[in-house]
């Protein structure tokens, strides 16, 4: 599934990433995709659409408190693993999550097959989650969202 995600993310990335679901389909099955995968991640992105374009009716989640902190339950823990939460925490911390956001980046992990969620994969649902938000990250976020740390050189 997140190998179509990923398809999805690099040839759409510009576009309403609310494409007409039977087009994008066509699509994909036409570059060789199979319909299984095909089928899971138009469900993911069906949710995606539903959590991202609804209005937060928690107060919480439009203006959070500055010192709250986001526990996670033990099944978010088991999807998230350590990794995933870390980085979220990361993008927490350089302030480019709103907690809508990040909730959304939790609901899609959720929905999301494997536990824990490799951090590769988690990349691709946070890439997901910023696009059906309307949001690009800079270039230095970006950079940490698509380069792998083994690819990096120290200077």
């Known amino acids: ?46 949710g995606l659409n539903q959590v991202t374009t609804r209005e937060p009716l928690e107060p919480w989640l439009i203006q959070p408190h500055p010192h709250s902190l986001r526990v996670y339950s033990g099944p978010e823990q088991k999807q998230l693993g350590m990794r995933c939460i870390g980085f979220l925490s990361f993008l927490e911390s350089c302030q480019v999550l709103t907690a809508h956001m990040r909730e959304a980046i939790i609901d899609r992990t959720m929905a999301a097959p494997g536990a824990p969620v490799s951090l590769d994969d988690f990349k691709i649902i946070v890439l997901l989650v910023f696009w059906s938000f309307g949001f690009e990250p800079d270039a230095l976020i970006l950079d940490e969202l698509c380069e792998t740390p083994e690819a990096r050189l120290a200077h």
């Open 1 to 46: 599934m997140f190998d179509v995600l990923a398809f999805v993310y690099e040839n759409y990335l510009g576009t309403e990433p609310n494409a007409e679901p039977a087009q994008l389909e066509r699509k994909l099955s036409a570059v060789g995709f199979e319909s299984g995968e095909i089928h899971d991640a138009m469900d993911w992105l069906t």
